[in-house]
């Protein structure tokens, strides 16, 4: 029988390979290709914040309740695969997004069901989430510039290649997470409430005030990560008239796969942070780590300014690991074990949906505000990202109040 942990490691890698195939690449894919707006692709973008408004809470809930975590997880895969073979075929602008907001749909609570069914695994083998979890979910990461590598490398980021490509590791998966280790609702003997059995008690978090706070900071830092998935390869590929024989227009995606090389790297020293400086100090490190991800990409080009556009890319996996994946953690931790799933799926809500329909809309209207006879501002539209996160910088250590407990961190869960 595989080891548990390289199953967990497949499981991850084709999770976020899915994701890696078309994430970065589609904005381009959108505006060259298609010749959709900044509007129309951000609102693109945003289906799947719409999605994870209600998405993964609600399959968060069928998987605490009625049906195996795995499965969920695998039917999803499916039918997201299936949608993206039909947007493929689309070039109209409301047929593809009604297809996207679907394939949204499948696929955004996969991200949150993936994290459950690791973690229920994990706990029952006796394994310790926070330091067994990164070194599997970096190979999710893995998952996801290899992606982004082959699209690169085959010309596919201004084609539906990508969307092939995307689905294909889709079904796989899909397929896969059925042979993995069942995760089974939770039972109980006690007789649930009304609440418990809509699954509605995972809202008892926002009663905390410092739950509240940080999912709400998790909302407003989730609108920062959609922005650069969004318009990244269409900074990029504006490059093309004055440094068109450079690097970075030529390979947009594997200019921006240093991003996720990066997170990898930053995923492994998540246990070491959070133990020794605590949620408080990680998420206003991944704040200010968000101002120099928009700030160098104002200031940076593809010629002489290479260098700050890579810069950019490394502090992008601090951005991004030290908020989404601590954050996933912190809220493991907090959550009792009856409601982990519907936990999960409220953490998706607040950064994968309100947060990315706030970030996908608005950065759409930013760009389109800084557009003049079709050409894009790029210098003003990365500073005003770097504002909005700078103003963030400034309040989360004055409201989130958060005593750091070394021994706490390093606990088990229950």
Request: glycine fraction near 10%.
């Amino acid at each position: 029988m595989m080891n548990i942990k390289l199953r967990l490691i497949i499981m991850n890698f084709l999770e976020f390979f899915v994701w890696g195939s078309w994430l970065i690449s589609l904005g381009a894919y959108m505006i060259v290709t298609l010749h959709f707006s900044g509007g129309e692709v951000g609102a693109v973008y945003a289906t799947m914040g719409i999605a994870s408004l209600f998405m993964p809470a609600l399959l968060g809930i069928v998987a605490d309740r009625w049906v195996n975590a795995e499965r969920v997880l695998g039917i999803c895969h499916i039918v997201g695969a299936c949608l993206l073979l039909w947007a493929s075929t689309v070039s109209d602008y409301r047929t593809f997004y009604l297809i996207m907001l679907l394939n949204s749909m499948a696929f955004m609570p996969t991200i949150a069901l993936n994290n459950t069914v690791s973690y229920i695994i994990l706990e029952r083998r006796g394994f310790h989430i926070v330091k067994d979890f990164p070194p599997i979910r970096v190979w999710g990461t893995v998952g996801f510039v290899c992606a982004m590598w082959i699209v690169d490398l085959c010309g596919w980021t201004k084609s539906p290649f990508q969307l092939y490509l995307s689905a294909g590791a889709g079904l796989l998966l899909g397929l896969y997470t059925f042979t993995i280790e069942k995760c089974p609702p939770v039972k109980f003997n006690a007789k649930k409430t009304l609440s418990e059995a809509l699954g509605l008690d995972a809202f008892v978090l926002f009663r905390r005030k410092k739950m509240l706070i940080f999912f709400i900071f998790a909302m407003l830092l989730g609108a920062a990560l959609q922005i650069t998935n969004a318009f990244g390869g269409a900074f990029l590929d504006d490059f093309k008239t004055g440094f068109a024989d450079s690097f970075g227009v030529k390979h947009p995606n594997l200019l921006l796969s240093i991003s996720q090389i990066s997170e990898t790297l930053f995923i492994l020293t998540i246990p070491f942070f959070l133990r020794k400086f605590g949620i408080k100090q990680v998420m206003l490190l991944s704040i200010f780590a968000w101002i120099f991800r928009f700030g160098l990409f104002a200031i940076g080009d593809p010629g002489p300014g290479l260098y700050l556009l890579i810069l950019s890319m490394i502090i992008y996996g601090m951005a991004f690991d030290f908020f989404n994946i601590s954050g996933s953690l912190f809220v493991e931790k907090e959550a009792d074990i009856r409601i982990r799933a519907s936990a999960q799926g409220l953490f998706m809500l607040m950064t994968n949906g309100i947060g990315a329909f706030l970030g996908g809309t608005i950065s759409g209207w930013v760009v389109d505000y800084f557009t003049v006879n079709g050409v894009k501002d790029w210098h003003n539209i990365w500073l005003s990202f770097a504002g909005y996160a700078l103003v963030l910088g400034i309040f989360f250590p004055l409201v989130f109040r958060y005593k750091h407990n070394p021994d706490m961190e390093t606990s088990k869960h229950h």
